[in-house]
């Protein structure tokens, strides 16, 4: 059974960089074939997606993330990670794992959480100003 586990949330101030990590468990090569993905849910809002990282190590962002976020992958550690820099309180939120070993995906489909089938609990962030 797949599980995703997130950590390196917390409180920072805005301008501030956080370092988020998803090690995967359960199937060995998670981060080598699936797609993942970031997704942040801000307090009574939807799910919404940041950065996704195919099995290829291609990339694509939110518009709003692009240049400040870089999501990354480590397969011989199947743990996913998201750089973030220059945060501001609108990126405040939990921040979700995401993955899914399914290819036939169109590219306006990559960012919609009903297209990945495994979650992790979801890590904290909180920018302040």
């Known amino acids: 059974q797949v599980q995703l586990v997130e950590s390196g949330g917390g409180s920072v101030q805005a301008g501030g960089s956080l370092r988020l990590s998803c090690a995967a468990f359960g199937y060995s090569y998670i981060a080598y074939s699936y797609r993942m993905a970031w997704f942040l849910q801000a307090t009574g809002g939807e799910r919404e997606g940041v950065a996704v990282?195919?099995?290829?190590?291609?990339?694509y962002y939110a518009r709003s993330m692009e240049g400040r976020f870089t999501i990354s992958k480590d397969n011989a550690e199947n743990t996913l990670y998201l750089q973030m820099n220059s945060l501001t309180p609108e990126d405040t939120g939990t921040y979700f794992c995401?993955?899914?070993?399914?290819?036939?995906?169109?590219?306006?489909?990559?960012?919609?959480?009903?297209?990945?089938?495994?979650w992790g609990q979801g890590t904290q962030v909180t920018v302040s100003s």
């Open positions: 990282i195919l099995s290829s190590g291609t990339t």
């Open positions: 995401a993955a899914d070993p399914g290819r036939n995906i169109k590219y306006g489909e990559l960012l919609l959480p009903a297209r990945y089938n495994y």
